[in-house]
């Protein structure tokens, strides 16, 4: 399916042109019908050239110019409409004006009531207009709603627009522009949109805001589908939202893959910044919100809006002043998450960055490291180092190993390592798992900590250690008293040391022993008449009621020793939970 939106001043037939391309009756309203003016967005849909064809019929009364701008925003490609006896009027310079600022590229110009005056003048002054907008030079073609003259070449014409136009993304994220939402007795909410890109199914859990909702049904032309894929007018039936909750400008999204955004850095086209009014409304797709416009540089700008728009780099919207019933300027999306604009002069440096022709690599070497996941979502490329789920910036990355290094080897630790953590936070990184990838071959980590391989403990904590390992190995269930362990120079820090690198097993605070009690322990126990008390499993140990406690409550853990609830426990037959 192809979509095309019409655009041109109020009365001059477009409404017309449809029906007579479709016989359908795209104006919804009685209201519409009885005055004979197109308030709002409407709808119909023929086969041309072998293709399907719907059409965004739009008003073209200057009081309903944001009616106009939500069905202009999606659709990739307008039919251009001026009435041969009128010519160029003032609606048909801000339609022209709209369509400008959004980008669009592709378009017919399709000059009516042929049958009432001479198309030739209206026809070289639509063509001279449009030629300096982004549109471009345009075929056009002469018709007659009423006689039907020039039908058939209207037709071809539309089959050629439609054949040029850029083929769609079926595997992209959705982003689904609700222009209509109503309730259907039996079915419930309904929304209506221009599916760009991506593909629709009956079944896709998606967001709404900050709500997940399934889609329940789906309808194109009319009729029901399983699955839509892009370009293509879209019914969807929701379950999980209300009618009520739901309204032109709301969007349907891949669920994880979009950041909503309330303030971004733009390029601007048609006007200077320094030129726009402070407080204009934003239009992009369906969504008209009001915003507050800083500029940057000459035609670069800050925007932010009165609420979160899920966008992207590359997107294209515009600003437009309703007070002075006019398309201020468009802009292209250059940053989704810009940085703060909060010292002397950072508004004149954002402009000079924002200059830059790698705006992925600018936003990388800010940022440093980046998950690859949000690089996708804001329509960055990725670049950079892939470490991981994480991209990373080449410079960044050198300067942060050769600090990792220099970090590790001189860490005053008495585990000669650095702990994971640690070295984290001293390095700024985000996340611990791009530790590991920073790090070079001379380095490797293990329980816990960053060393040289080979490296063991300090040579003060490994004698002081000897000295506790001969006790235990005489009574391996009788831990050194605080008083010892503090003579010998073993504080917290130098035990925690100790249990890391598996010397010793910490079963309470300030209580070490061996590093294979657990076993011994419980094939001890195993030995005792069945079950057993704490008085009488200490006495079997030779050890204290400070041990006794908190290693049977290891053992219970790890399934070694079951308590019994009654003061006594019994041994297990030798299988135990944990590592």
């Not at 390095?427 to 040289?452: D, I, M, W």
């Amino acid at each position: 399916m192809r979509v095309i939106v019409t655009a041109g001043h109020v009365d001059h037939g477009k409404s017309t042109l449809v029906r007579r391309l479709t016989g359908m009756e795209p104006d919804r309203w009685a209201e519409e019908r009885r005055r004979g003016l197109t308030i709002d967005l409407g709808f119909a849909w023929t086969r041309i050239g072998g293709e399907d064809v719907a059409f965004v019929d739009v008003p073209g009364h200057e009081r309903f110019v944001p009616n106009m701008l939500a069905g202009a925003g999606p659709v990739p490609a307008v039919l251009f409409v001026v009435a041969a006896d009128e010519g160029w009027m003032p609606q048909s310079a801000e339609h022209l004006a709209a369509l400008d600022a959004f980008g669009v590229r592709h378009g017919l110009l399709v000059v009516t009531k042929a049958d009432r005056a001479d198309p030739a003048a209206a026809t070289a002054v639509a063509l001279r207009e449009i030629e300096a907008t982004s549109l471009g030079a345009v075929p056009s073609v002469a018709v007659s709603g009423i006689t039907g003259a020039g039908l058939d070449g209207l037709r071809a014409a539309i089959g050629e627009l439609t054949g040029g136009l850029p083929p769609p993304d079926p595997g992209a994220d959705l982003r689904l522009w609700i222009d209509r939402a109503f309730t259907v007795a039996g079915a419930g909410t309904v929304v209506t949109g221009t599916l760009a890109a991506g593909t629709i199914a009956v079944g896709d859990e998606l967001e709404l805001g900050t709500a997940r909702v399934k889609v329940r049904g789906l309808q194109a032309l009319g009729a029901p589908r399983d699955r839509v894929g892009a370009v293509a007018r879209v019914a969807v039936n929701l379950r999980g939202t209300a009618r009520g909750d739901v309204r032109r400008g709301d969007v349907l999204l891949t669920p994880g893959r979009w950041r909503a955004t309330a303030g971004f850095d733009v390029r601007l086209r048609g006007a200077a910044a320094a030129d726009l009014h402070r407080d204009l409304v934003l239009h992009l797709g369906t969504a008209a919100v009001p915003v507050r416009v800083r500029p940057l540089g000459t035609d670069t700008a800050r925007l932010t809006t009165a609420t979160p728009l899920p966008l992207r780099v590359g997107d294209r919207g515009l600003v437009r002043d309703p007070g002075e019933h006019r398309i201020a300027a468009g802009f292209d999306v250059l940053d989704v998450r810009p940085p703060p604009l909060s010292r002397r002069g950072a508004a004149r440096a954002r402009a000079s960055e924002l200059e830059e022709p790698d705006l992925a690599r600018t936003y990388l070497r800010r940022n440093g490291f980046v998950r690859i996941e949000d690089f996708a979502a804001m329509g960055l490329p990725e670049t950079g180092e892939r470490l991981g789920g994480w991209l990373a910036d080449p410079e960044r990355f050198a300067g942060l190993r050769a600090e990792a290094e220099e970090l590790v080897r001189g860490w005053d630790s008495v585990a000669a390592g650095m702990p994971v953590e640690a070295l984290r936070q001293r390095l700024g990184l985000p996340a611990a798992e791009l530790v590991v990838p920073l790090l070079s071959t001379g380095f490797e980590v293990a329980g816990g900590l960053v060393r040289r391989p080979g490296a063991g403990l300090a040579p003060a904590v490994e004698k002081a250690l000897e000295t506790v390992e001969k006790q235990l190995a005489e009574h391996p269930f009788r831990a050194p008293e605080a008083d010892q362990l503090r003579a010998l120079g073993l504080g917290r820090k130098e035990l925690a040391a100790a249990v890391r690198v598996g010397r010793l097993t910490a079963v309470a605070e300030g209580v070490v022993l061996g590093p294979d009690v657990e076993e011994r322990a419980a094939a001890e126990l195993r030995g005792l008449p069945q079950p057993f008390t704490v008085s009488e499993a200490r006495q079997a140990l030779g050890s204290t009621r400070r041990v006794m406690i908190p290693l049977l409550e290891r053992l219970d853990a790890a399934g070694r020793t079951e308590s019994l609830g009654d003061g006594t426990r019994r041994a297990s037959d030798g299988v135990h939970k944990g590592p």
